[in-house]
């Protein structure tokens, strides 16, 4: 049913829009509108229909996933097959059809094989392609019920084995072995796969918000742990850091000053607020420790199929937050030549503030 | 060294083109002519000059890796920044500019912010976009010597783990655990990361050629173990097939087809032989045996920095074998119902033949 309602509500955009087809190409916005999760298929409208499109490989995974789509199975290309079947529908149209395709996913070369098919059965001057922007993407940034509790269980598996995976940190392991230890128990737990590369970023190497597990020892100094599992196709993030040997003034500093703008940032969510002051709040914080100018990226973003989605909790973003909504908040600090510090965590916006939904403590760990 | 040479044949072919100016955006293809081994950035060239345009995210990152190009950060999207830069350069020139995007990596999106930002300096009649592909990609489809050392080394960690891979596989274990201890391997060998969603296919889910590995018991028949790493930023990719219980006659005797086919392609491989023809050659052993129509994909690859590149080795492809490339062979026969087999080695193209790279044996295991 969700799938048909989703489809439903995609059509009386694109009908609202005198959209006459629409391909949606991008797997992520296939997989929230009719269930595929398979790595090749295009997904198409056309007056009043939906169809499937995909090759052999797949044909069995898709006649068990689809909902509300019909399936069509060739040896041609599924871009391709989509054209045509678009074109033919159009053939008999008395007015020139708008087509739509989805700007942020279509290369120029996907556009060219759409056109030559188009020009084949139809004259140019009797459809034209509109470049269309988000249409599905702003239905998923509201997560219904059944995605919460995929969202739900994928965040509490990744947590589930933070604590061993706190175990394998020690001194002399490298960082890559850690990364090692911690996938190996989430794969063993049932996670799919992870959401994205996992960081394990130790001693000066903690102030790269982007590092790479190296095979550099863990050392001595901060240790930040940032990663995500995928279950049922959603998608989890979160990031601690730790501290292996002595932990300084200055060091309980960082940490504390990082963990008070993160409570800042939790603190301001709520259905209604702009996504530009939740960051401000937490930045605001950030600023008083004059720490401001070490929080180089920005401070969450959405999570579900994807694990970067709308909305963007960054300066200059007027979007508001509504319940459903799942975020990240995500501030950091990282002082160049020393280290660096970042807590995570996803909340659910609801309408009275959120809920926090990452179970794991945020008190400093020194080991 | 290598970089500024690889530079310079690009800035030849463009220049042999016509084209005054180039967008490099496609990851792979920065990597492979600059070094830069981040996630955001973008190449340029201008009338003779290069320019790498990142974030303060990747600006030390830039600093250590980047050969041959003048290194540009700056809070604006590269993109873009290259933009600007390039049409500040284009602004004074006599004649309309040509200017390259690759059109199997832009996206409307993209081509749409790259005019907009040309627009506001430059009148329109003055620059023309023109679609290019393949003219980093013809470059990489040979791999030199250093390159070669990079993929030998991913092969041979691959390839190391498999023994002690095998012994997790048991009837009682699943395929995502068999899969975890595989990654876990591989990762603790010092693999930088998996080069592709490793496939652990077991029974009839065998059959299944890109079967994700599931919850399922690896129970009785066929197991399908299908994995790459990378090392020094080049993929490997090697695929076993093992039978867990009896091998009865029909099993052995699909296995055994399977091999001679793998080995009838790797045989067909020469420096001067159409990629068509090494398909053909293990596609007509499968024919003998009345399995052909069990073999859905194409034989092989191309493998580097990425997992598939040029060239396929596929019916109707001309493109002709050369010195230097590294591909898979990579026949399977899928059963529906029944079980699958693949088998997979990576070769290095030669003079006279090819050289076997993937040191595992190809002797049917029983367990």
Known sequence: MKYLSRLNQVQRQLEHDRLDAAFITHLANIRYLCGFAGSSGVLSFCRGTWEFFTDGRYAEQ???QIKGATIRVDALPPLAHASRSIASKLR??????????????????????????????????????????????????????EEIDHIRKAVDLASSVYPKALSSIKPQATENSV????????????????????????????????????????????????????????????????????ADRAMRDLYSAVLEAQLAGIAAVR??????????????????????????????????????????????????????MVVTIEPGAY?????????????LVTETGCEVLTPTSKELVIR
Chains 1, 2 share one sequence.
């Open 179 to 246: 990364a090692a230890e911690l996938e190996y128990l989430a794969r063993k737990s049932g996670a799919e796969k992870m959401s994205f590369d996992t960081i394990v970023a130790s001693g000066i190497r903690s102030a790269l918000p982007h590092a790479r597990p190296s095979l550099a020892r863990i050392g001595r100094g901060f240790v930040v742990l940032d990663y995500g599992v995928i279950l049922g196709g959603y998608c989890s993030d979160m990031t601690r850091t730790i501290c292996v040997g002595r």
């Open 92 to 145: 008999r149209s008395r007015s020139a059809s708008r087509i739509a395709i989805e700007r942020d996913y279509v290369t120029l070369a996907m556009q060219t094989r759409i056109s030559s098919e188009l020009e084949r059965a139809t004259p140019k001057s009797r459809y034209r392609m509109v470049q269309t922007a988000g249409i599905v993407e702003r239905l998923r940034i509201r997560k219904d019920p």
């Open 335 to 347: 002082v160049p030549g020393k280290g660096g510090v970042r807590i995570e965590d996803m909340v």
């Open 62 to 64: 898709a006649r068990k």
């Open 271 to 324: 259905s209604g607020v702009a996504a530009q002051q939740v960051d401000a709040a937490a930045r605001n914080v950030l600023r008083s420790h004059k720490l401001d100018k070490y929080f180089t990226h920005s401070l969450g973003h959405g999570v579900g199929i994807e694990i970067h989605e709308s909305p963007r909790l960054a300066k200059g973003e007027a979007q508001t937050l509504e319940t459903g």
